[in-house]
T-cell receptor
Framework: GESVGLHLPTLSVQEGDNSIINCAYS??????FIWYKQESGKGPQFIID?????DKRQGQRVTVLLNKTVKHLSLQIAATQPGDSAVYFC???????????FGTGTQLKVEL | DGGITQSPKYLFRKEGQNVTLSCEQN?????MYWYRQDPGQGLRLIYY???????QKGDIAEGYSVSREKKESFPLTVTSAQKNPTAFYLC??????????????FGPGTRLTVT
C-alpha cells in the first residue's frame, strides 16, 4: 500500500541553527500534508499544513516545502530552540476524506 | 477550555482482561479516531468514526472494538483477543479546515501496559 516515510530517524542540531526535517511520500493522489510535533509522553500537536496546489507555506519560525515532482516534503525550523526537541511526523491525506497516513517520525535533538 | 481528554494517563491490566480507554471531546467535531503508537514508530489507525452511530475499521482493528453513541465520546475497548496490547493509545478528532481538508487534534494519550 501507499506509505509515508522519513529519511532520518534522528537529527541533532545546535541551538540557534536551522533544522530541516525531510519526508518522502509515495501516494501521488495525496493533496494535503500536515506536520505534527510530539513531545515525550504527549499527543501530537499540529505545526503547519500545506495543500498540494502550493509549494511553500510559512508559519512562525517554520516553513514547509512541497516538491510534488519527487514526492518530497520538508519542515524547516529557524533558530532552533531547546523547546523544539521532539519527534516530528509528517502526515498525508490522499484524495479527500478525513483519514491521514503518518510517517514513522524524526527525533530532533537540540544541543546547547 | 476546548479539547480532547483521555483517561486514565496510565493503565495497567492483566493478560486476558478486556479494558476500555476513554476519549471525550468538546470541540463539536464530527469525526473521531483511535491510533496506536509503539516505541520508535508512527501512528497506526485502529478505528475511526465520521458520525454518531457509525464507525469504520482502520489498518489494525483486530482485537479492538469501539462505539460512538454520542458525538462527544468515542471509547476504545482493547479485548483479550489483541495479541500485543501494550502500547501508547492516542485519540483524535477532526474538523474541516477548507474544502475537503481535515486537521486532526490529538488527546494526551493513554499508556496501556498488559502483563
Amino acid at each position: 500500500g501507499e506509505s509515508v516515510g522519513l529519511h532520518l530517524p534522528t537529527l541533532s542540531v545546535q541551538e540557534g541553527d536551522n533544522s530541516i526535517i525531510n519526508c518522502a511520500y509515495s501516494n501521488s493522489a495525496s493533496d494535503y500534508f500536515i506536520w505534527y510535533k510530539q513531545e515525550s509522553g504527549k499527543g501530537p500537536q499540529f505545526i503547519i499544513d500545506i495543500r498540494s496546489n502550493m509549494d511553500k507555506r510559512q508559519g512562525q519560525r517554520v516553513t514547509v516545502l512541497l516538491n510534488k515532482t519527487v514526492k518530497h516534503l520538508s519542515l524547516q525550523i529557524a533558530a532552533t530552540q531547546p523547546g523544539d526537541s521532539a519527534v516530528y511526523f509528517c502526515a498525508e491525506n490522499a484524495g479527500g476524506g478525513n483519514k491521514l497516513t503518518f510517517g514513522t517520525g524524526t527525533q530532533l535533538k537540540v544541543e546547547l | 477550555d476546548g479539547g480532547i481528554t483521555q483517561s486514565p494517563k496510565y493503565l495497567f491490566r492483566k493478560e486476558g482482561q478486556n479494558v476500555t480507554l476513554s476519549c471525550e471531546q468538546n470541540l463539536n467535531h464530527d469525526a473521531m479516531y483511535w491510533y496506536r503508537q509503539d516505541p520508535g514508530q508512527g501512528l497506526r489507525l485502529i478505528y475511526y468514526s465520521q458520525i454518531v452511530n457509525d464507525f469504520q475499521k482502520g489498518d489494525i482493528a483486530e482485537g479492538y472494538s469501539v462505539s460512538r453513541e454520542k458525538k462527544e465520546s468515542f471509547p476504545l475497548t482493547v479485548t483479550s483477543a489483541q495479541k500485543n496490547p501494550t502500547a501508547f493509545y492516542l485519540c483524535a478528532s477532526s474538523t474541516r479546515r477548507s474544502g475537503s481538508l481535515y486537521e486532526q487534534y490529538f488527546g494526551p494519550g493513554t499508556r496501556l501496559t498488559v502483563t
